[in-house]
């Protein structure tokens, strides 16, 4: 029962350089979302994909852009990393959107990022 | 704009002794109000959500929380606390408006003293 899969774990990036966190979810969920959490700000929306062919922007999306690839994986990707960037980043996944419907939210593990 | 605020960042408890953790909402009424646990180092876990019907809703591990139109609360409670429910605990509300938004608090870290 993986869930909500999301790679990778850590990271430390420089500046500029550029990388693609993966997501995949085996619970054929419709709705996917990118948040990043910083210490004492909770979590922060970055994208969401209502359902497959669809993306949108959440709260703090400057400096990111996603990819839904299929109905299973939603990726993040970083083109020029900042400092400002470093965070845990999670990837979750839902039923259907839960603004309607109150679908529970299930999250990954996380992956740690370091921007130096 | 909606907004879930959680009372407390840090709280601390002696093994045994009643949990309680504050949540409100603003005063537009959400449809739907989660706790979520995050244990260190993992992603969020629901713990228990609300979305119609009995305002008393039961969790996993013993917790329960209550929602109160009046009080614009969801405030999340447990007898007696256990070291293993060291944790951060995060509310959150969906249903405002528009659809896959669902609003965070910004946490609050549960100690258990033993």
């Known amino acids: 029962n993986a869930g909500v899969t999301q790679t990778p774990k850590f990271q430390v990036l420089k500046t500029g350089q550029s990388m693609t966190l993966q997501c995949a979810q085996d619970?054929?969920?419709?709705?996917m979302y990118w948040y990043r959490q910083d210490p004492g700000m909770g979590l922060r929306l970055i994208y969401y994909?209502?359902?497959?062919?669809?993306?949108d922007k959440g709260e703090v999306p400057n400096g990111y852009n996603v990819s839904r690839l299929n109905k299973r994986e939603f990726s993040l990707r970083l083109e020029s990393a900042a400092p400002s960037q470093t965070s845990v980043y999670f990837c979750?996944?839902?039923?259907?959107?839960?603004?309607?419907?109150?679908?529970?939210?299930?999250f990954g593990e996380g992956s740690w990022l370091t921007v130096v | 704009a909606q907004s879930v605020t959680q009372l407390g960042s840090h709280v601390s408890v002696s093994e045994g002794a009643l949990v309680l953790l504050r949540c409100n909402y603003s005063?537009?009424?959400?449809?739907?109000l989660f706790w979520y646990v995050q244990y260190p180092n993992q992603g969020l876990q629901l713990l228990l959500k609300y979305t119609t019907g009995a305002t008393l809703v039961k969790g996993i591990n013993g917790f329960e929380a209550e929602f109160k139109k009046s009080e614009t609360s969801f405030h999340l409670t447990k007898p007696s606390a256990h070291m293993s429910d060291a944790a951060e605990y995060f509310c959150a509300a969906a249903g405002y408006s528009s659809a896959s938004k669902i609003i965070f608090g910004s946490g609050t870290r549960l100690s258990i003293r033993p």
């Open positions: 005063s537009s009424v959400p449809p739907y």
């Open positions: 619970m054929n969920h419709n709705s």
């Open positions: 979750a996944s839902s039923a259907g959107e839960t603004g309607t419907s109150g679908n529970t939210i299930y």
């Open positions: 994909s209502a359902s497959e062919g669809t993306t």
